[in-house]
């Protein structure tokens, strides 16, 4: 967040994605994409499920840290470890 604690790698799961869907009226599938917002609604959900201190709602927590850093990290491991290749039984 820029106030001198390191960095955080933050995971989501299906919990916080329900949450985000409820609170902001949003479905994943709706084919919107995901901008900033999102990705800070997701972060404050699994901050404050972690037992940090955080404002009310994720809009408030951001109005209080603008300077705060958010990132997207895409997993680009290869789904497909085996280059293609036919294995029994496929």
Do not use: Y
């Not at 919990?15 to 999102?38: A, L, Y």
């Amino acid at each position: 967040m820029q106030n001198g604690e390191p960095a955080q790698t933050l995971f989501t799961n299906m919990f916080v994605i329900t949450e985000w869907e409820q609170s902001e009226n949003r479905k994943v599938s709706d084919g919107r994409g995901m901008g900033f917002g999102d990705m800070c609604c997701w972060a404050h959900t699994i901050l404050k499920n972690a037992g940090q201190k955080l404002p009310a709602t994720w809009k408030q927590w951001v109005k209080e840290n603008p300077e705060m850093t958010i990132v997207s990290v895409v997993d680009d491991t290869n789904p497909n470890h085996t280059g293609g290749a036919p294995t029994e039984g496929n």
